[in-house]
């Protein structure tokens, strides 16, 4: 499935450089969620990006840990795996969004592009499932997965609170707690293994 996500999304991201209307109608736009009623646009800027750098990250970093996750998820759930692991990025979407969706209902300037809430949670249900494995951070520096996640986890909240920049913390966040959490909602036995893994 990780595979079949990166083609859809580079597909309509590239599609987007082009077409700014494709843009304006997708992108996240909390003010148009609320008082329009376009829920559509919750789901549908995970699948447009800035510019390609952007896209490129977001698509490598998928690759990277999505294929991981999918093996852990069939490992974890058996046949239920495929169908559980976009119930991980759809929700990771979804869920990444609520910030964005409470703070920005009444700004109608404000918009949001990007699959980085859903690859978030992507990268923190491998890490769920090995804690211990290294991260190549800027892809040199080797980090256990487990200090990589609480450091990300609080740079992204300073972050959000100093709203300083023009990147999506809350989404980074938000979307990183869901995939940390949603295999522990699917089966909590599973929370006790990573405990066990950890020590």
């Known amino acids: 499935m ?11 991201s590239i599609l987007a450089f082009s077409q700014q209307d ?6 996240f736009n909390a003010y148009q969620v609320v008082h329009r009623k376009e829920y559509f646009r919750i789901f549908t800027h ?11 990250i977001n698509m490598i970093v998928l690759w990277s ?7 852990y998820y069939y490992l974890n759930f058996g046949s239920r795996g495929t169908y559980l692991y976009l119930v991980l990025y759809f929700g990771g979407i979804l869920f990444s969004s609520l910030g964005g969706l409470i703070k920005q209902k009444n700004n109608y300037y ?3 592009v990007g699959a980085s809430g859903a690859v978030s949670a992507v990268v ?16 040199l520096l080797p980090i256990p997965g487990v200090v990589f996640a609480v450091l990300y986890l609080v740079y992204s909240y300073q972050m959000s609170k100093r709203n300083v920049d ?5 989404a980074h966040f938000l979307g990183a707690i869901f995939g940390f959490i949603l ?15 950890l020590f």
């Not at 923190?124 to 892809?139: E, L, V």
């Open 2 to 12: 990780t595979i079949i996500i990166i083609i859809i999304t580079s597909l309509v």
């Open 22 to 27: 494709v843009m304006g109608r997708l992108q």
């Open 46 to 56: 995970a699948f447009l990006h800035a510019n390609w750098e952007h896209l490129l």
């Open 65 to 71: 840990f999505g294929t991981a996750v999918e093996h």
């Open 110 to 112: 404000y918009n949001a």
């Open 124 to 139: 923190f249900s491998a890490i769920f499932f090995a804690p211990w494995n290294k991260i190549y951070f800027f892809g």
């Open 166 to 170: 023009n990147v999506g913390h809350d």
């Open 183 to 197: 295999p522990i909602i699917i089966r909590p036995s599973l929370f006790i293994e990573f405990i066990n893994n």
